[in-house]
């Protein structure tokens, strides 16, 4: 039974050679399209509420959001339906 010759020169990807350059990462796609997702400062725009009055929601009213690493993030269409919710909310509809 004969040996194979192995050239170290024949192979084509090189295990000290990385595959993409060195310090990029790959990201997961997101389940959501990126405008419904707010941070806080979007989300308090949108409600025209200040950052603390949304921390309060969150905690006792139950305002929907989602805790991404260290920030927090509202979908938007979480936050309508919400709102929606609410008693004594009159939110304007569409002509």
Do not use: F
């Not at 309060?56 to 139950?62: D, I, L, N, S, V």
């Not at 309508?80 to 009159?90: E, F, I, M, R, T």
């Amino acid at each position: 039974m004969a040996i194979p010759e192995v050239s170290l020169h024949t192979a084509t990807t090189s295990p000290l050679v990385p595959d993409k350059p060195e310090g990029t990462k790959r990201k997961e796609p997101s389940p959501y399209p990126p405008s419904d997702l707010m941070n806080l400062t979007a989300t308090g725009v949108y409600l025209n509420r200040s950052r603390p009055w949304l921390y309060h929601a969150m905690r006792e009213m139950g305002l929907p959001a989602i805790r991404l690493g260290r920030r927090w993030m509202c979908q938007k269409t979480k936050i309508d339906g919400w709102l929606a919710s609410q008693p004594g909310v009159n939110l304007p509809t569409a002509i």
